[in-house]
């Protein structure tokens, strides 16, 4: 088995500020994700990586960077933080590239805009 | 939510009973997940599909790719199966799945 830790668990920041949002794992996995929910909504794909220093865009991509430094960690930059804003970001990681692999999610961060 | 969408988006059921969730898909599906949203947030695992059925306890799912569909049926349901449901899609690719707006399940005693 395996974990993904994301951290900060809760993030307030202000408007205009740049945040950044750091998820590890341990499953020796090769390709990462960071998806968006909104309250009451399903997750949107920001960016994903099947490896170490790739990234790919996802729908949900502008406003944000994203960095893959090393094979375990996964950090996503919200650029310019929106007044109001609300919502969590899921880190998420699955085994292979190439195809389609089961997705597994850590615990999330959630984020409030002063 | 256009691209795959769940029905219904809310349900309520009575200890005991049994139901079943629906996903349909305008995207080419080659795999689908299930999962259970917990009131903490966190996404728990139900289900991982290629084309087929899988059973686990009271839960069983299945994929139809070429009609662009899967389902989820709870049987029996308890009062810890309430939460949020959502079935996610993804193509031949590591692309990232695509999510429903997902089903709110309530069960009351």
């Known amino acids: 088995g395996g974990i993904i830790t994301q951290t900060p668990k809760f993030l307030i920041g202000q408007e205009g500020q740049k945040l950044t949002l750091k998820c590890q794992q341990n499953?020796?996995?090769?390709?990462m994700y960071w998806y968006r929910q909104d309250s009451g909504k399903g997750l949107r794909l920001i960016y994903y990586s099947i490896t170490e220093n790739d990234l790919q865009k996802g729908d949900l991509s502008e406003g944000y960077d994203a960095s893959r430094e090393k094979k375990s960690s996964f950090s996503l930059t919200v650029t310019s933080a929106q007044k109001n804003e609300m919502a969590v970001f899921l880190c998420?990681?699955?085994?292979?590239?190439?195809?389609?692999?089961?997705?597994?999610f850590g615990p999330g961060t959630r984020l409030t805009v002063l | 939510g256009d691209k795959v969408k769940q029905s219904p988006s809310a349900l309520s059921l009575q200890e005991g009973t049994n139901s079943a969730l629906r996903c349909n898909f305008s995207i080419a599906a080659t795999t689908v997940q299930w999962f259970l949203q917990n009131p903490r947030g966190s996404l728990i695992n139900l289900f991982y599909?290629?084309?087929g059925t899988k059973e686990n306890g009271r839960l069983k799912s299945a994929f139809d790719s070429k009609e662009s569909y899967s389902t989820l049926h709870i049987r029996d349901a308890q009062l810890e199966d309430s939460g949020t449901y959502f079935c996610a899609a993804e193509g031949n690719y590591a692309q990232g799945l695509t999510f429903g707006l997902g089903t709110r399940v309530s069960v009351f005693p």
């Open positions: 499953f020796n996995h090769d390709t």
């Open positions: 599909l290629v084309p």
């Open positions: 998420a990681s699955s085994i292979g590239t190439g195809g389609s692999y089961e997705q597994y």
